[in-house]
């Protein structure tokens, strides 16, 4: 039980702090050294840190990234937690459309813990993210290659040969005066086509995306039937979905079990 | 029509998070006008308003069409309005008599006072042969049960020279043949010339004695008409108003084993034969009107009142004799009054949510204050509410400290939660937050029996509805399969109208 405990604190200090020394870390939590020392090698044998001289620093737990990862430690956290919840949006047999985007590429990595999903994407990561999945079929529409995503006319021709039951569209920006926006114009257009094959349309934003205006509207909130954020999402942003009547997900991860 | 005896114009009100807004309502001479309203709908407030308690931040009040001015002499300090609340208000140890004569007591003595018993019990014999109460003449307050006590403050009413009445959920407490004899006195009140406010949960209520008919829902009346125009089903749909099922986060998540059993639970004549079974990742909602005893059935199932019936968790017979024994099962109740019965008012925040989790942080009985201190800062940080450098939990605002007392019992790692009420009368952003919450606890397989009186929040997170009425489980339905105005008929009509039986 203690043990536990331990990790649970020196995991929150690293994802925190991205190091820790042992001293610090045997006085807080009034452990021998030594016992600090087996819990840091525990930790690494998960690669979840590397042990550095006097203390360890955080690996980067997500050892199959596909790119190279300027982001922060904690964004990659709060966009784990959004796919985490996203694979409860869906039902086994869906036919899915995840357009391109940092995380939607979480989510499809998710989504791979389903089963008999038809997923279709016009960005590469989320469909090598997805191609080693056997139980899902995942299609890859083609068109212009634009750094890890394709667009233009003959993408959005070759998306009108589908269906979907769900959507999830990630955008750039999101406030209450212009809406959705994306930083580009084919990427607006695709979007807005991608939502008129769908039953069901899943807005997938960062909290700190949130009051954000780019350049190209995708369209008003009120095409979003449901909006999928993290749990750092300010509270007058969750004032303004509950009065327009749109389902927000924080995608909190707080219950232990 | 005559002219009415009382008018309420634009009234508008604003109580921190509630607000009345724009209400118009009248009363004649004579008529009994019904007001309905869900819990929490403002109904109470409005009886507040129309009998001065409370004044409101604008609008006017007019009397046989004289505007009310506060600080003035009125209405409020005349005889003219009686307001006969909810829970009695009369003296203990006098007699019925005493108690109902006391502004009027006879005396044999002008100057001194003395009371002339043999003329107040003539009277009051004669008064009650009228009425035909089960009253005698000399029982004292203190004997008598509930039903009782508020047969006598309507007799009050009766005998007062009140033009307006007030009479605040009459009915709830009462058998049927206690309510003929209300629905008596109403009648010989209404003879009188006096008009008559009477709220109620109750639609028979409404269509029997009812001349007109207001519904208020959020602070607003949405709808006033004349009974004899109407049908219940026009009131049932006024009631529920428009859905707003679609704003609450719902997750499809796979239900797992059955993780507590409830088979032919009763308590005394209080509950009576409940059933029902909720799996791994379910959210079950009950609901019920105030005082159907979906409390009650809570602290049955917490172990603070002792149920017969059998409860099996994971399908084994378990005795929950205590809160204790509760909490080794790994239920957790958060009571419908956060206050009062969630927290310790002494201790800290970081005590409070550690509370039921101090094992985790103990060895040898000696509790690691950096280890509890370092986790429940953990909590608090993702649950978004501030830390507090002050000493005492009273510091969070509502919604904070309901999150609070969610962290408390996740952080024990509690597998059944029993939530009553969890979303009353806290602000929208938190009420968010704690739906996300329980989705969070759902995916992670827990089981929740959700309590509540707003039936959109049942229709939008629950997965199944269980209604109490009559003191038990009248229906218990796939929220899918059913509809907020359905199960709000279940709540108000008596359940020998509904052909549903219990199904498990």
Known sequence: MFAIERIRIIKNILIKDHKVSVAKLSEMLDVTEVTIRRDLEKLEKENFLKRTHGGAVLQNYDEDTLWDINEDTKDIQLYQEIADTAVYLVTDGDAIMLTSGYVNTYIAKALTSRTNLTVVTNDLLIASAFAHSTSNTMILLGGDLDESAVYGQMTIDNLNNFSFNHVFIEIDGLSETVGMTVSSTKKATLIQQAVKLADSVTVVCPSKSFGNKSLYRVGNLNIAHRILTDSELEDKYKNYMFSHNIPLFTSIDVYEN | ?504
């Not at chain 2, 309502?25 to 409005?46: D, T």
């Not at chain 2, 959109?456 to 509805?465: H, T």
């Open chain 2, 1 to 504: 029509m005559s002219s009415p005896l009382l008018e309420l114009k634009n009234i508008n009100l604003a109580v921190s998070s509630f607000k009345i807004h724009d209400i118009n309502i009248s009363l004649y001479p004579g008529e009994v006008h019904i007001v309905m309203g869900e819990n929490g709908s403002g109904k109470s407030k409005l009886l507040e308003l129309i009998s001065g308690m409370i004044l409101p931040d604008s609008g006017d009040i007019y009397f046989e069409g004289e505007l009310i001015k506060p600080n003035k002499p009125s209405l409020y300090s005349s005889n003219d309005l009686i307001f006969i609340q909810q829970y009695s208000v009369l003296l203990e140890d006098l007699s019925v008599a005493e108690n109902l004569y006391f502004h009027q007591l006879p005396y044999k003595n002008k100057f001194l006072h003395t009371i002339d018993f043999v003329k107040l019990n003539k009277q009051f014999l004669d008064l009650i042969n009228e009425l035909n109460l089960p009253i005698k003449a000399n029982d004292t307050v203190r004997t008598l049960g509930l039903a009782q006590r508020q047969m006598i403050e309507f007799t009050k009413a009766y005998i007062s020279d009140a033009k307006v009445v007030i009479l605040d959920e009459p009915s709830d407490v009462l058998t049927a043949s206690e309510r003929e004899i209300l629905y008596k006195i109403i009648n010989h009140i209404k003879e009188r010339g006096a008009g008559i406010f009477y709220t109620t949960h109750r639609i028979e209520d409404a269509m029997t004695i009812g001349d007109r008919i207001s519904i208020i829902k959020d602070g607003t009346l949405t709808g006033t008409k004349v009974i004899k125009e109407t049908t219940e089903q026009e009131i049932i749909h006024l009631l529920t108003g428009t859905h707003l099922k679609e704003r609450y986060p719902k997750m499809i998540i796979k239900k797992g084993k059955p993780l507590l059993t409830v088979s032919n639970l009763s308590y005394e004549d209080k509950l009576t034969n409940i059933n029902f079974k909720l799996r791994e990742g379910e959210i079950l909602g009950i609901t019920g009107l105030a005082g159907s005893g979906r409390t009650l059935l809570a602290n049955c199932l917490f172990g603070v009142t002792n149920y017969s019936g059998q409860i099996y968790i994971y399908d084994k017979p378990v005795n929950i004799s205590s809160p204790r024994k509760a909490i080794n099962y790994g239920i957790a109740l958060m009571p419908e009054n956060h206050i009062e019965d969630s927290i310790f008012r002494e201790l800290s925040a970081d005590e409070n949510v550690a509370f039921p989790s101090l094992h985790r942080f103990s060895r040898n009985d000696v509790i690691n204050y950096d280890y509890l201190k370092q986790t429940v800062l953990d909590y608090i940080a993702k649950i978004n509410i501030p830390v507090l450098n002050k000493k005492s939990i009273l510091e969070y605002s509502g919604g904070s400290l309901q999150k609070a007392i969610f962290a408390k019992w996740m952080m024990s790692r509690a597998k059944i939660f029993i939530l009553d009420e969890p979303t009353r009368g806290i602000d929208i952003a938190s009420k968010i937050d704690i739906y996300n919450f329980i989705s969070d606890m759902a995916k992670k397989k827990a089981g929740i029996i959700y309590i509540s009186s707003d039936i959109d929040e049942i229709m939008g997170i629950c997965d199944r509805v269980a209604v109490i009425s009559a003191n038990t489980l009248v229906c218990d339905l796939p929220t899918h399969l059913t509809t907020a105005e359905e199960v709000t008929g279940l709540q108000v009509r008596n359940i020998s109208n509904t052909g549903y039986t219990n199904p498990i």
